[in-house]
């Protein structure tokens, strides 16, 4: 499947749950359309069109109308709009939140590969990405080994995300997107489901973590903000494997950490939803570091 393709199937999705949202804006000139898509005017006639194939929409020259309301057949799988870099990163982050993979493990980038089913020159691009932060180092024979990082590292990291989530939380909550407002109260619902179930979905928060912080960076409409989050994924849950003491318990702490930043995000309220934030991410911080078997004393 094509990069363009891929782009279309995001956008078809973008436009469908604004129109489920009842965005009226979202049937305007095409124009305005394609700067609010930050796509072609080829593209958004394409996807228009796409939408009157599916009777979604009624659209003659510039008059267009809404016949019904988006239902869920509508929308393309999630799987089906992601880049090739997101591909990558969703199955590393996967590999890695299974737990299997033992600090100093080798890795061949040949096997791993074809385990994701993704190009090798992609996946070795990813792989050289994490080098500089110390999590991985290049070996011989297309073989890489799996690290740790320093406390040190660990500081400014925190530094850096603390300034991004903030920044990326804001504009969340003063410049809602139905989009993700969408998404934020799906991610409420399941961090319930967290809190409410047993032990075995409390081990299953590591991956509504993930998705938590980059639906928060999400709304920093940054590029360099959502690769940012990615990156910091990895590194983090990778690291928070190794201490698996009250590891129920502790999940269940930070998904109540989430709900207050979620219920003041979705409420509107700024100040309670950045104060909210910085206490969970003292949290995480505090949980990183006693996670690790630290070296650097």
């Avoid at 979202?26 to 009157?52: D, I, K, N």
């Avoid at 869920?72 to 799988?77: E, I, K, Q, S, V």
């Avoid at 061949?108 to 992609?122: C, I, V």
């Amino acid at each position: 499947m094509t990069r363009d393709n891929r782009l279309f199937k995001a956008q078809v999705n973008r436009l469908l749950t604004r129109l489920e949202a009842g965005d009226t804006t979202a049937l305007g000139p095409e124009a305005g359309l394609a700067a609010q898509m930050r796509a072609s005017r080829t593209t958004v006639r394409a996807v228009l069109s796409h939408l009157e194939t599916l009777g979604v929409i009624a659209w003659e020259g510039r008059d267009k109308r809404l016949l019904r309301a988006p239902v869920p057949d509508d929308f393309f799988d999630v799987e089906e709009t992601r880049s090739t870099h997101d591909m990558i990163q969703h199955r590393f982050l996967e590999w890695v939140l299974q737990g299997d993979v033992a600090p100093g493990t080798m890795l061949n980038e040949s096997r791993l590969a074809r385990q994701f089913d993704l190009p090798l020159s992609s996946l070795r691009e990813f792989l050289i990405r994490f080098e500089p932060f110390g999590l991985i180092e290049k070996q011989r024979n297309r073989h890489w080994l799996l690290k740790g990082f320093t406390r040190d590292f660990v500081d400014e990291m925190f530094e850096v995300r603390l300034m991004f989530e903030r920044r990326a939380l804001s504009r969340l909550v003063e410049e809602p997107d139905p989009v993700l407002t969408r998404r934020l109260t799906q991610t409420h619902a399941d961090h319930l489901a967290i809190i409410r179930g047993n032990q075995r979905a409390a081990l299953g928060f590591p991956a509504l973590d993930a998705r938590f912080h980059a639906l928060i960076c999400a709304g920093a409409r940054n590029r360099f903000v959502s690769d940012f989050s990615g990156t910091i994924s990895i590194i983090v849950h990778y690291h928070y494997l190794w201490n698996k003491k009250d590891e129920a318990d502790r999940n269940r702490s930070a998904a109540r950490e989430h709900l207050e930043i979620l219920d003041a995000v979705l409420a509107g309220d700024a100040a309670r939803a950045r104060a909210a934030l910085d206490r969970h991410l003292d949290t995480a911080y505090r949980t990183l570091l006693s996670s690790v078997n630290w070296t650097d004393r």
